[in-house]
């Protein structure tokens, strides 16, 4: 864990990894010593913006404290190697079949929470030794039943004594989830499992849902992409959102 650190470099509040490949984020996560509750999360340009919100502030802190932080979104990339520092794109939706893999072919259970129900019934199928948890429609602001959502993912993590509770909901009502979560298994002395904030990552692994050519991932238009396919629900995260996120990047740009 400090040699991951120590690789890490500052941005937008977040100490993001230095790893060339996401193959060693992978056997870092496998080498990870299961003394506390961790989380892996994949900051993008909109969820950067998001979290550095005043009503996020409290996220941004506790995240900020994440085992694994991932550059997932070029803009990430680019900003931080216009500073110096050296990124490398990882994006959660890749990094998650590699580490499935290593996970079906070791046994680890793990905890699933998810959007949809046709996610769990397909992954179900490629490995039997996980508990999957699809909850209702909720909003943000339910405080009291993320709480109660919470306390379903810890006593299956406890029964199952998982490795992994991955979380596939929007922000910030994963991040949220994530928190609560890691609040409740550190007052245990049962398992400390990694907890990974993966958004829709396995609707792309499943194929439900789909990616954007590679030039265009590689060329930072992955955005444009997305927004030719789901215009209405996206039209303000690439249009007001994006013109805020140049003003924040730019802030961060001459921070000093």
């Not at 085992?67 to 803009?75: E, H, R, Y």
């Not at 998650?96 to 996610?119: D, H, M, N």
Request: with cysteine.
């Amino acid at each position: 864990m400090n040699l991951e650190k120590r690789k890490n470099q500052r941005l937008f509040g977040f100490s993001f990894s230095k790893a060339a490949s996401l193959q060693q984020v992978v056997d870092a996560i496998l080498e990870l010593a299961a003394d506390e509750v961790r989380q892996l999360i994949t900051p993008n340009a909109s969820t950067s913006l998001y979290y550095n919100e005043n009503e996020n502030k409290e996220l941004l802190d506790f995240y900020r404290n994440a085992a694994f932080i991932l550059p997932d979104g070029m803009p990430i990339v680019w900003l931080g190697n216009l500073k110096g520092l050296g990124l490398h794109r990882l994006p959660g939706s890749d990094l998650f079949p590699l580490l499935w893999t290593e996970i079906k072919g070791r046994k680890k259970a793990s905890v699933f929470v998810l959007a949809r129900q046709e996610l769990a019934e397909k992954l179900a199928v490629e490995n039997g030794n996980c508990t999957f948890i699809v909850p209702p429609m909720f909003e943000a602001a339910d405080r009291e039943y993320i709480r109660s959502l919470a306390n379903e993912v810890v006593s299956q993590v406890r029964e199952r004594q998982a490795s992994f509770v991955f979380l596939g909901l929007n922000f910030p009502k994963q991040e949220l989830l994530g928190l609560e979560i890691t609040n409740a298994l550190n007052e245990s002395a049962h398992a400390k499992p990694l907890i990974l904030l993966l958004g829709a990552s396995f609707e792309f692994y499943l194929k439900l849902k789909t990616r954007a050519p590679q030039w265009m991932q590689r060329t930072g238009l992955e955005w444009l992409y997305r927004f030719m396919k789901e215009p209405r629900r996206l039209w303000k995260r690439y249009t007001v959102d994006n013109f805020r996120f140049l003003l924040l990047a730019a802030k961060e740009y001459f921070r000093s």
